[in-house]
């Protein structure tokens, strides 16, 4: 194939599979996704059906004390669809392994037949010259190995963010997800966060750390100039998977 042929038709390759979509935003900084028809929007709008009908509790008319979840030492967690938590994201974790082996082993083995009945003289008679039953069979071996190996890794990340309960399951366990979005000029940040919750884990700041989320998944990226730059071209990643060496 004519080399001219190929890098024409992998340059349309590149054009057609997003080169055309990056040139559109040249200058411009990334968009947001829209929240409008998110799951988050949906879960605040949607009205949840009560397992049980709540009783309300008999109060003085004259009283100031005012009933309910919204009252001064009322529950005030996330604990229905529509509610809104804070995810607290600490990590700070350290690991080290380290590893080393050694074995060796070594063996030696003879066999010889100086005399059985005069049997090995009269062979050695017909054998070459040098060659004898004295020492038939001898042999020896030995073999080594080593290794070492380490892992050292270190991970650093702090960020609050605020998440919406999406589903109650039958268990009263809450189903969350959270989304953040921050751009500095033109290039955003992005933050995401679901998981399940226990009611009981959340604390009275209506707040829960992500070592109590189970299924727990975090993600924090970005796209822009700065990410753009970082990846490689379209025409290189192309090449690296066709390409056989």
């Given at each position: 194939m004519?080399k001219?042929?190929f890098w ?5 390759l590149s054009?057609s599979?997003?080169?055309c979509a990056r ?6 900084a ?5 929240t ?8 605040m709008?949607?009205t ?7 009783v309300p509790?008999p109060?003085?008319e004259?009283s100031?004390?005012?009933?309910g979840r919204?009252?001064l ?6 604990q229905?669809v529509?509610d809104i938590?804070?995810?607290v994201?600490e990590?700070?974790?350290r690991a ?11 063996g030696?083995e ?17 054998l070459?010259e ?12 030995s073999?080594s190995?080593s290794?070492?190996g380490s892992?050292r890794r270190k991970?650093?990340f ?10 109650v399951?039958?268990?009263g366990v809450?189903?969350i ?8 000029n033109y290039?955003?940040r992005?933050?995401?966060?679901a998981g399940?919750?226990?009611p009981a ?11 109590k ?6 993600s ?7 990410s753009?730059?970082q990846?490689?071209r379209?025409?290189?990643?192309v090449?690296?998977i066709?390409?056989p060496?």
């Amino acid at each position: 194939m004519d080399k001219r042929v190929f890098w024409s038709g992998l340059l349309a390759l590149s054009l057609s599979t997003g080169g055309c979509a990056r040139l559109a935003d040249v200058g411009k900084a990334p968009d947001f996704k829209p929240t409008a028809n998110g799951d988050e929007r949906f879960a605040m709008m949607r009205t949840p059906v009560p397992n049980a009908a709540d009783v309300p509790e008999p109060t003085a008319e004259a009283s100031l004390w005012r009933a309910g979840r919204y009252s001064l030492l009322g529950n005030q967690r996330a604990q229905q669809v529509g509610d809104i938590l804070t995810v607290v994201i600490e990590i700070d974790e350290r690991a080290e392994i380290s590893n080393s082996t050694s074995r060796s082993r070594s063996g030696s083995e003879s066999l010889g037949i100086p005399s059985f009945f005069g049997i090995p003289q009269r062979v050695n008679e017909r054998l070459p010259e040098g060659a004898t039953l004295g020492d038939a069979v001898s042999a020896d071996s030995s073999s080594s190995s080593s290794g070492d190996g380490s892992v050292r890794r270190k991970e650093k990340f702090s960020m609050r963010i605020a998440a919406t309960v999406t589903d109650v399951l039958q268990n009263g366990v809450l189903t969350i997800q959270g989304s953040q979005e921050v751009r500095v000029n033109y290039e955003l940040r992005e933050l995401l966060v679901a998981g399940y919750v226990r009611p009981a884990d959340i604390s009275r700041q209506n707040e829960i750390t992500y070592d109590k989320i189970a299924a727990a998944r975090i993600s924090y990226g970005g796209r822009g100039q700065i990410s753009d730059v970082q990846q490689p071209r379209i025409g290189q990643q192309v090449a690296d998977i066709l390409l056989p060496f």
